[in-house]
């Protein structure tokens, strides 16, 4: 639900503190001496013209209300977790003061909750999976001594033997309750079933929740169940699940308990009992921190026993890539499993996993996961511990991958990425003139403020913006059809000149006082050319990049 919020949210770009031209991190002092500076420009009364003063009152009232939000401290915590549009929900002024971000974004949330509730009403929460899993053992296992004995040796027969899909769908009934309908269908070398099942879920109160489920299949017979989560301690939670399998067997009972304490920050411990068809007491240990992730689990059980070891790897990279490792042993035998994930798109992971052990063989899973979809394609290779099958497993798909990844994603990932930003550009055209009106007029409003600065800074040859561009910059290696997108800003940025300094915080500069976006969606540069002591510099500083010159400056020789 917070994610829907702050996708609403990041529609309004309004930032005050670029406004202000302050840190995030910036006291009340440093508020203070920005705002009472602005309004000394912006202030309506220094201004006669009817039209300026029209336009002073605008960006003065912009400036007020900046001030306004930052300077309170309760406002300031909603506006840095939500941006304008946080402010802007009722029931704020019933909470209390002092409040902590994690509290206020706690209590944002419960004030969005009727809203949220009402829309998850007319909606149903759909996940699949589909499994497909392909007999491949041909392409290897045939290569044995009967193989020469076989007139032109054929060829590798691979099919489909067997096939799962499952769906299910969430119904919410009341704020409390929630029904879930769900069914599969699976077949294996010609023969299958299916079942459909019921679950009603009731929140009974913040610290628990229980639910009864009824199904009925055409191999087991009907189903009866039901299952309580209680959370016994901020730390330590509890699960118990009890149910009745009637099939032409009879009657089959089960009944499981699980309970789990988080042992630090990152630690996570379970214990699990489980009575029934697969007797068994499970114990683990999960360790997730924002790099790693590693499971150890020991199961003792009547039919199967073993202890699994499992670690993976998180790179904090654009594509969320993952690496994985297991070993897993126990009565059926070993089995080791190494693998990678990588997201390929904004709704869709791909992950390949090779499994090898005594004696399942060698098993490629492949997985996609799309959204709220999981696909699955098990490809069964052979029967035997081949090191060539263990080769083609691992070396197959990744350059499969890389090939479908720079013929066919990329490029389609930049065409989309091209519309994308053509239909932002639509969309925010009236914004920006808007905007621009906007940076026309601070513009005009600041000449007379220039002109004493200039005169100031020239009599102690200081600080003199000569010109000065924002915008995107065509370089060397930029494509032929590509233009430059500036604006001047010349006239912006002497005006927050100060005893010789130009200060710009670590922020986007499109916010700032006579600036506005000249290319909505593009990487943004900021170019200088000033005279300090009389000596001329240039300086390129990237968009959120925080400036001070002429300290960080490049100087220009006279010759050039």
């Not at 309170?72 to 802007?88: M, N, T, V």
């Not at 670690?311 to 059926?332: A, I, M, N, R």
């Not at 990744?398 to 013929?407: F, G, I, Q, S, T």
Request: glycine letters at 6%; one cysteine or more.
């Amino acid at each position: 639900m917070a994610a829907s919020l702050d996708d609403d949210l990041e529609l309004d770009n309004q930032d005050y503190y670029s406004l202000l031209n302050v840190r995030k991190e910036a006291t009340q002092d440093e508020l203070k001496a920005s705002y009472r500076r602005l309004c000394m420009l912006y202030h309506p009364d220094k201004h006669r013209d009817p039209e300026l003063k029209q336009q002073a009152e605008q960006l003065f009232n912009q400036v007020h209300q900046a001030y306004e939000v930052l300077s309170d401290p309760q406002s300031r915590a909603i506006y840095d977790i939500f941006g304008k549009k946080g402010l802007e929900v009722e029931g704020w002024e019933v909470v209390e003061r002092k409040r902590t971000p994690a509290e206020i974004r706690e209590e944002y949330e419960r004030l969005q909750r009727d809203r949220d509730e009402r829309r998850l009403q007319q909606r149903t929460n759909p996940k699949g999976t589909i499994s497909v899993g392909v007999d491949a053992t041909d392409l290897f296992d045939r290569y044995d001594e009967d193989f020469e004995e076989m007139p032109g040796g054929g060829l590798p027969h691979v099919e489909i033997n067997k096939m799962h899909i499952s769906q299910s769908i969430e119904a919410p009934l009341t704020n409390k309750d929630t029904a879930v309908l769900s069914g599969s269908l699976s077949t294996h070398n010609g023969t299958g079933g299916g079942n459909i099942n019921v679950v009603v879920r009731r929140v009974t109160s913040a610290k628990g929740w229980g639910e009864v489920e009824v199904g009925a299949g055409d191999i087991l017979g009907p189903l009866f169940g039901v299952k309580v989560f209680r959370n016994l301690t901020a730390r330590c939670f509890l699960t118990a699940q009890c149910g009745v399998q009637f099939s032409p067997r009879g009657m089959r009972p089960s009944c499981s308990l699980m309970t789990a304490r988080h042992l630090d920050h990152n630690t996570m411990g379970y214990l699990q009992w489980r009575w029934g068809p697969n007797s068994a007491m499970t114990t683990s240990l999960v360790r997730d921190t924002k790099t790693t992730h590693c499971t150890l689990a020991l199961q003792l059980g009547v039919l199967n026993s073993y202890l699994m070891m499992s670690y993976q790897y998180k790179f904090q990279d654009e594509d969320q890539t993952k690496v994985k490792g297991s070993l897993k042993t126990g009565w059926f035998g070993t089995v080791v499993e190494y693998g990678a994930e990588r997201k390929i798109s904004r709704h869709s992971v791909l992950s390949a996993t090779v499994s090898m052990g005594i004696p399942q063989g060698v098993t490629l899973k492949i997985r996609l996961s799309r959204a709220s979809q999981t696909y699955l394609f098990p490809i069964h290779l052979t029967d035997q511990l081949l090191p060539s099958a263990v080769f083609y497993a691992t070396v197959g798909p990744l350059l499969l991958y890389v090939a479908v990844h720079r013929l066919i994603v990329i490029p389609y990932t930049r065409a989309q990425k091209r519309e994308d930003l053509e239909l932002q550009r639509i969309s925010s055209a009236t914004d920006i003139a808007k905007k621009k009106q906007e940076a026309e007029s601070a513009v005009l409003l600041m000449q007379e403020s220039v002109r004493r600065i200039i005169e100031g800074e020239e009599s102690k040859m200081g600080l003199i913006i000569l010109n000065a561009w924002y915008g995107k910059f065509v370089t060397d290696t930029s494509q032929k059809q590509e233009r430059a997108q500036v604006i001047d800003v010349t006239v912006p940025l002497q005006c927050m000149v100060k005893d010789s300094k130009l200060c710009l915080t670590e922020a986007s500069k499109v916010g700032l006082p006579g600036f506005y976006d000249p290319c909505v969606g593009e990487e943004k540069s900021l170019k200088l050319l000033y005279q300090f002591r009389g000596v001329l510099h240039q300086v390129l500083s990237a968009d959120c990049e925080a400036l001070r010159i002429p300290k960080q400056s490049h100087r220009i020789d006279a010759e050039s």
